[in-house]
């Protein structure tokens, strides 16, 4: 079957086919703002004929930024630039997204200039950093920042936007029982570790009207001993359907370690399980990330049901035209091997893969 190459409708959106860019990071923003060489990257991605190019996670508050390539949503100085990015993409038909990412505990002092925030406080290894925890009036006032940082994404052409739910940033650590110890309103049982995310979602709907596309990318459960399991991610993108958001992502939430969610050497799709899980549960638009590198088990996604699209990262760095070749007929499989290279280069400054 071909139903990898047929269209996908999210919300108001249509998408050409069932292949997405998952977001990408590349580092190479100046100072929050767009570079040329991230024109030249979307304009070549956007010739690919992929069906939905994801941006790299942009930063709504300058306290949520992790690496100092990202691109930030928390000024309206960034909209001129933000424009000429979708453009690059909409001057070859492409549709484009932006996904809106806090990096919460793990953004270093060094980098964004501010002391790391999260739902509770604690010292994080990984950084070495203590993290400050927010109070709900904070809480409340980041509500307000990603409505805000959505509305500079919409005004600068946007196709749909997608929150980062997922990986250990901001959002996934409220949804997380190991990061989120509060006893408040914002804590405790999983519907009151939701409340931040299903807020965020609300106040960006009510700003950008029903038919505007509202995605989520959500770490369906943690890889930890006191993690959150499947079912309750379950639970939470249930209630986020029921809200009325548009399509969801799936991946992992809290990591053993940072990058866990990026596995090195994987040729197969990782998330299979825990995805014919949700969607026998979900009704909404489902999209598969992780480790899909052959186009034949690709289609098999699509075809056995397990989910709508599939979304690749790596084998993009790689190969930005790889859709179009395997519409073509001209590839069966990326050349990705996963070696992770590409994310060294990445904190170095240079977005490349090792093996073009
Ligand atoms: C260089 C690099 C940057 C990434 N940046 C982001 C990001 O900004 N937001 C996000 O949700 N995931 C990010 N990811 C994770 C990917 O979107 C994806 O979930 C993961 O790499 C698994 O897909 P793959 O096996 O096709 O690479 C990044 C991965 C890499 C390698």
């Known amino acids: 079957m071909n139903k990898i190459f047929t269209p996908l409708k999210i919300n108001r959106m249509v998408l050409p086919n069932r292949f997405v860019r ?8 100046q ?10 990257l979307y304009g070549a991605l956007s010739e690919g004929e992929i069906g939905l190019i994801i941006s790299g996670g942009i930063y709504p508050t300058l306290d949520g930024l992790g690496a100092t390539g990202q691109l930030g949503a928390h000024t ?9 990015l979708v453009d690059a993409v909409h001057k070859n038909n492409g549709k484009i997204a932006a996904q809106i990412l806090h990096g919460g505990f793990r953004c270093q002092t060094e980098v ?14 990984e950084t070495g950093l203590q993290v400050r925890e927010l109070s709900s009036d904070e809480i409340y006032g980041l509500v307000e920042s990603y409505a805000q940082a959505a509305r500079r994404l919409i005004e600068s052409g946007f196709d749909a936007v997608q929150l980062h739910g997922a990986h250990g940033w901001l959002l996934s650590a409220f949804l997380s029982p190991v990061m989120n110890k509060r006893e408040d309103e914002w804590g405790g049982s999983s519907e009151a570790r939701s409340r931040f995310v299903r807020l965020i979602y609300e106040g960006i709907r009510k ?46 939430g809290i990591e053993p370690k940072w990058g866990h969610h990026i596995r090195p050497n994987a040729l ?32 098999g996604i699509i075809d056995d049901g397990f989910a709508d699209a599939v979304s690749l990262c790596r084998p993009f760095i790689n190969a930005p035209d790889i859709v179009r070749r395997f519409k073509e007929g001209t590839a069966e ?12 280069r990445m904190l170095e400054g240079r977005f490349q893969c090792t093996l073009t």
Do not use: W
């Open 22 to 29: 998952s977001a990408t990071v590349d580092n190479l923003g």
């Open 31 to 40: 100072h929050g703002r767009v570079s040329e060489a991230q024109l030249d």
């Open 76 to 84: 309206d100085d960034v909209i001129p630039g933000l424009r000429r």
């Open 112 to 125: 964004s200039g501010f002391q790391p925030i999260g739902p509770s406080a604690m010292f994080y290894e």
């Open 207 to 252: 700003m950008a009207g029903p038919d505007y596309p509202i995605m989520i990318k959500l770490g369906f459960k943690d890889y930890h001993m006191d993690g959150k399991p499947l079912s309750e991610g379950i639970e939470t993108a249930l209630m986020l359907e029921s809200l009325g958001m548009d399509a969801i992502e799936l991946s992992e």
């Open 268 to 299: 197969e799709p990782y998330y299979k399980e825990e995805c014919l899980r949700a969607r026998q549960a979900l009704s909404l638009p489902l999209i598969l990330v992780g480790g899909m590198r052959r186009l034949r088990d690709m289609r």
């Open 333 to 344: 499989f990326s050349e990705c091997t996963s070696c992770n290279e590409c994310i060294e």
